[in-house]
């Protein structure tokens, strides 16, 4: 998966679909954001869709971005984290597998490479 979008629009749309994530969830998934890149049918610019959800409620978001379809999921708050230590302009979000850890670095400029690691999600 190579997915890239402005950082300001990522960290945007963590910020919203993030606030349904609990501090301490009482099940490890429910810290993670889904992110799912997807191709558009009708001519509009593709986007990458965010969801989190807990017990009680779900949010989605989109942020502006293109890349090929996957469906990953990381934990919000180290994203956030992440892109919070990068300059601002577009990143890359690079993973050979929703198993194996991704690489979140920016697309031009000195900014840190950071490593996350995902957690597997089932076809559906």
Known sequence: MNTSCLQENLSKGLAVVGRAVATHPALPVLSHV??????????????IHL???DLDASVEGEA?????????????????????????????LETTSATHAGVLRP???ESPIH???PLSVRER
């Not at 889904?34 to 610019?45: H, R």
């Open 34 to 47: 889904l992110l799912a890149a997807q191709k558009t049918t009708d001519g509009s610019p593709p986007a």
């Open 51 to 53: 969801a989190a959800a």
């Open 64 to 92: 502006a971005g293109k890349g090929h379809p996957v469906e990953i999921a990381f934990t919000v708050r180290f994203l956030l984290d992440a892109l919070s230590a990068m300059d601002e302009g577009e990143v890359a």
């Open 107 to 109: 697309v031009r400029g």
């Open 115 to 117: 490593v996350i690691m």
